[in-house]
């Protein structure tokens, strides 16, 4: 299980797809969904929906539901 880099929380599958949607392709480490927020100074909000529109879109580094 990946964990955040910064704070060490298990990261869900949508997490790790979103670091690497908008981080890096080829990450190996992560941020959690509120880490990721405060590097970025956006609403954690923001970063939610962005995974849902991703998915909706058919993604593929996010889990087909
Ligand atoms: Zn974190």
């Known amino acids: 299980m990946a964990v955040c880099e910064k704070c060490g929380a298990e990261l869900t599958h ?3 797809g979103l670091y690497r949607k908008i981080v890096l392709r080829e990450a190996e480490t992560f ?3 509120p ?3 405060e590097k970025f ?3 954690e909000e923001d970063l939610r929906s962005m995974v849902e529109r991703f998915k ?3 993604c593929q580094l996010f889990s087909a539901v």
């Open 35 to 37: 880490c990721l927020a």
């Open 56 to 58: 909706r879109a058919g």
């Open 31 to 33: 941020l959690c969904i």
């Open 14 to 16: 949508d997490e790790v």
């Open 41 to 43: 100074c956006v609403p």
